[in-house]
DNA sequence: GAATATACATACATTGATGCATGATTAAAC
DNA sequence: GTTTAATCATGCATCAATGTATGTATATTC
């Protein structure tokens, strides 16, 4: 069976990009070839190579695909029309990882993105895209730090930008440490604690 | 020449570790082959077989190799007679990443395991030293938040375990994001108004 | 100093993965 | 309905990397 319809054509691309997604977040980028992922696909390595250029193509077509939960941050925030910036600060750093936690592709490209991929160059598309959304999201949360200083809301010794970067660093690290040994911790509920402490150690 | 002495010997050993540290540490694990390694230290592919079985063995006698800091923190505390156990907390983690800032060796397997391979199976010995390193630390670390909480410094609705492992997320999470892109902010001092920031929320 | 073991170099055999070229079948375009 | 083009399968050529087997010269042992 070949020369499907378009539609079936779709069908196919998407359950590799699915084959490609799992097998990458279980077993690494490097250590699954194309044939596992054609295989886990029902496909033969053909039906890649007609859809993806190489690897990093499809790698690349997978990044792009699910829209990170820190993009899904950015447009919320730029929509948000929420008073108190620490509320929203706060609220969105703990839905974040709620997602991780919860959200089953959400949690494939964490892991992919922590764990199972090696930066190996500056351009590599796994690691531009982590580091670009990682830098534009940084720059979206300080203005809120910002405005929350200019409320007067935190100590007035603290730095914006410092304030950010340790906040992401935090949620880095917790998502980090949870995906390394899920069973060691519970995830949203260290976490948010955790947040809250260092939210707390802004504040006055 | 061949048959050197055996002081030649561990001197070829020795190199054959700079150099596939070095190459991990750049290119990633899997991305580096024998063949370079051998090259960097300027021997063949048959000098590594003759000192390690295969790559994986090379990698665990890579990581023996060195004390991680993670070590060296659980011996000081072990030896340590400090009296105030959060100045403890707080110093450890300051000079935890002061040392990834500007010891290059420590730099380079901070590098390798965060950012240059693939955590693909629990028996992998990387993924195994650093979390069983991890793990034993935290529980270090535990003991002087519990301290600490019977001294009656913290506040009364910390509990140790959450703000430990808070605490090595944010000191992972800060040291990850640097290695992402080191350029983008000063590991040492973010990292310490950070970490002043978090152990400042749990006071009082 | 003869025998043996060590420290590598060299060569080869094997494997797995990639990329491409070609083939087959049918949907889509006209 | 014919032509075209798309969707995938199949087969092949290539290559890089691994592991091992073997060779060689020298240190070490006795």
């Given at each position: 069976m070949?020369?499907?319809?378009?539609?079936?054509?779709?069908?196919?691309?998407?359950?590799?990009?699915?084959?490609?997604?799992?097998?990458?977040?279980?077993?690494?980028?490097?250590?699954?070839?194309?044939?596992?992922?054609?295989?886990?696909?029902?496909?033969?390595?053909?039906?890649?190579?007609?859809?993806?250029e190489?690897?990093?193509?499809?790698?690349?077509?997978?990044?792009?695909?699910?829209?990170?939960?820190?993009?899904?941050?950015?447009?919320?925030?730029?929509?948000?029309?929420?008073?108190?910036?620490?509320?929203?600060?706060?609220?969105?750093?703990?839905?974040?990882?709620?997602?991780?936690q919860?959200?089953?592709?959400?949690?494939?490209?964490?892991?992919?993105?922590?764990?199972?991929?090696?930066?190996?160059?500056?351009?590599?598309?796994?690691?531009?895209?982590?580091?670009?959304?990682?830098?534009?999201?940084?720059?979206?949360?300080?203005?809120?730090f910002?405005?929350?200083?200019?409320?007067?809301?935190?100590?007035?010794?603290?730095?914006?930008?410092?304030?950010?970067?340790?906040?992401?660093?935090?949620?880095?690290?917790?998502?980090?440490?949870?995906?390394?040994?899920?069973?060691?911790?519970?995830?949203?509920?260290?976490?948010?604690?955790?947040?809250?402490?260092?939210?707390?150690?802004?504040?006055?």
């Open positions: 070949v020369r499907r319809t378009k539609e079936d054509a779709m069908e196919t691309r998407a359950k590799l990009l699915d084959a490609a997604e799992a097998l990458f977040s279980e077993n690494g980028v490097t250590h699954t070839s194309m044939m596992q992922v054609a295989e886990k696909a029902g496909v033969t390595r053909g039906a890649i190579y007609h859809h993806f190489n690897k990093m193509d499809l790698i690349e077509s997978l990044m792009g695909r699910v829209k990170l939960p820190i993009d899904e941050m950015r447009e919320q925030i730029a929509e948000g029309s929420e008073f108190d910036p620490m509320v929203e600060i706060k609220g969105r750093s703990k839905e974040f990882i709620s997602r991780v919860d959200d089953p592709q959400v949690r494939s490209l964490a892991s992919i993105l922590l764990h199972k991929c090696e930066y190996i160059d500056e351009v590599n598309p796994i690691k531009l895209r982590h580091v670009s959304g990682r830098n534009e999201c940084i720059c979206d949360i300080e203005k809120l910002e405005s929350a200083i200019e409320k007067g809301d935190l100590a007035t010794t603290v730095d914006a930008r410092i304030a950010v970067i340790g906040l992401f660093s935090l949620v880095d690290g917790l998502i980090y440490n949870w995906l390394l040994a899920p069973d060691y911790f519970p995830l949203v509920e260290y976490g948010n604690k955790a947040i809250d402490s260092y939210i707390n150690g802004l504040i006055r």
